[in-house]
């Protein structure tokens, strides 16, 4: 280069006392809504709990497989405008192992409430005895033991190798990682289809999708684009990457933020267009309990807040360069991920409840329970507590990332 | 405008490199010239905001094009199945949104791509046979190694001399009058002796 480089910033800690209460309101949040809730949801309706804390855990884990995939994706694409916030993501990608904790009960106490074929009999159910191979109990606790130790595993990995390049600034662990991240991006794809076939699809287990690992992939990756988005803008609104972060990295996470809100829009809708054109009563019911009573304004809410809305509020330039309005569409984006989980999982409740009756299997219309809410509030605190302490550990970004210089020099030419 | 009484197309100079370039463009933008334009063999990173151009109009082409695309699909699906020829394929609606949607898709994007590509020729002007850059010959090297920089005589601030004076100060050689007639435009290399 001919003009002399100016000097690498130094690492910087994140300030605890600039962030207000978030510090206290996590841990507090996350305490009291988890204990409310299985206080009051045990007592009262565990199965209303049971699906409540699945949607919760589920909203939670989209977010934190999404920050996982773009963390992968860096290093595999040797990306130098994402370093900045790179230390964000690894914080976020390394929850997994509080997730494992936070999936025990799902195990021990509510997957016979949740799981319809667990407690089927395959005499009644010749579909059912068809993926017996495939759906039945020890091999399914196995599955999702692996899935959550793999994520744990890639998830910490990442974050300590770059948290050790903080300190001797050595460039082979970014070729490490990158050659890393080759391998891990397949098994990553397996195991988040699988699980999403696991944990979402074989709520209902005559449904099937080729389409679901895929429809929930698109979810993940813009979930925590919008959440990376939020994160980065109230470091920056506290005083933090002063002169470091500038509205071009606000800009290109506009960009993909857009980039997959159309990527939903473009799967969920072929989702649906290949299963209402082949209308094979098997595949149709997921849409016809989704249409019933009052889930069909919810289905049609679901479409317009989670396509339309953001594509049109992302689709000019000063929508993602200026901050208030990408922080704004972000958090829209993160309640209509909320909004899609909670579509995707409580349709199943109702037709749990309905067996349990002894009716047939159907849904009333969306009515929306308190518990809800408490156990997202409490696993969110207990994520975002998480997140805070790890961000809190090391430097806010990586340092001595040999591509750190490229990455604040990021533009875009317009 | 032309103006009647001369045929004066402009004043050319050549700039030694991309960078050099790139600073006259900032100075002239500087001074308020409005119709000028810089020539170059390879995109220049930066030339836009140096030259001032504001937002570029091409995309209300593009708006345009995809509306009438979104049109045009919905008008063929709609009158071909649902009013020219009814005709129920599986049980389905004569017309409905789900089969239809990827219709409305492709052809938006298809005539998007048309008012693009449509609004970027006529906003620039093009196709065109000849422009009066062409009358000076070292301009020969725009798609080689030369680097141009051509002051429009329709500007208002555009005065023979003063420009002159001003091209010079930014560090343009080879400073050349460039009429809109081939046998106007000065032998380039009487232009440099005399100069």
Known sequence: ?414 | MIQPSSSLFGLGAEFSSAAALLEAAKRIHAHGFRKWDVYSPFPIHGMDHAMGFKRSRVSLFSLLGGCTGLTVAFVLIYYTSAINYPLIVQGKPYFALEPSLPIFFELTILLTAFGTVLGLLLLTLLPRLHHPVFNWDRFQKATDDGFFLVLESTDPRFESASSRQLLEQIGGLHITEIFQDPEETPNPVRQETTA
């Open chain 1, 1 to 414: 280069m001919s003009h002399s480089p100016s000097p690498l910033p130094s690492a910087e800690k994140l300030r605890l006392e600039s962030l207000g209460i978030l510090p206290v309101l996590f841990p507090l949040i996350g305490v009291i809504g988890l204990v409310s809730a299985f206080v009051w949801g045990l007592m009262t309706n565990p199965m209303q709990l049971a699906f409540s804390y699945l949607f919760a855990f589920t909203v939670g884990f989209t977010i934190c497989a999404g920050a996982l995939f773009w963390t992968l994706l860096h290093h595999a694409l040797d990306a130098d405008w994402s370093v900045l916030m790179r230390r964000i993501l690894e914080s976020i990608a390394s929850c997994f192992p509080v997730l494992l904790l936070l999936f025990l009960p799902v195990i021990f106490l509510f997957s016979r409430e949740l799981w319809h074929w667990m407690t089927t009999d395959l005499s009644e159910d010749p579909l059912l005895a068809w993926k017996r191979p495939f759906l039945n109990e020890p091999f399914f606790y196995l599955r999702c033991g692996f899935y959550l130790l793999f994520f744990s595993v890639a998830g910490m990995l990442y974050r300590n190798l770059s948290m050790r390049q903080d300190l001797d600034g050595d460039p082979r662990i970014t070729l490490r990682l990158r050659h890393t991240a080759y391998g891990f991006i397949p098994l990553f794809v397996l195991c988040l289809t699988f699980a999403g076939f696991d944990w979402l699809m074989s709520l209902d287990h005559h449904w099937y999708s080729t389409m679901w690992g895929v429809y929930l992939f698109a979810g993940c990756a813009q979930s925590s684009m919008a959440i990376l988005i939020l994160v980065t803008n109230g470091l920056v609104r506290t005083g933090h990457l002063k002169g470091l972060f500038t509205v071009e990295h606000n800009h290109i996470m506009g960009m993909l933020l857009f980039a997959f809100t159309t990527f939903w829009g473009y799967i969920s809708f072929s989702q649906y267009f290949l299963q209402w054109y082949a209308n094979i009563p098997e595949e149709t019911w997921f849409f016809v309990y989704r249409n019933t009573g009052s889930w069909y304004a919810y289905s049609i809410f679901l479409v317009v807040g989670h396509f339309f809305i953001p594509f049109i509020l992302l689709l000019t330039q000063p929508a993602k360069r200026t901050p208030w309005r990408i922080c704004a569409t972000a958090a829209w984006v993160v309640l209509m991920h909320c909004v899609d989980i909670y579509w995707i999982i409580m349709p199943n409740l109702q037709l749990q409840q309905s067996r349990h009756a002894g009716h047939a299997a159907a849904t009333t219309g969306f009515h929306p329970h308190l518990l809800d809410l408490l156990a997202l509030v409490g696993v969110l605190g207990v994520l975002g507590h998480t997140v805070l302490w790890l961000l809190s550990r090391g430097s806010i970004f990586p340092a001595r990332d040999p591509r750190l210089r490229e990455s604040l020099a990021v533009t875009n030419w317009l």
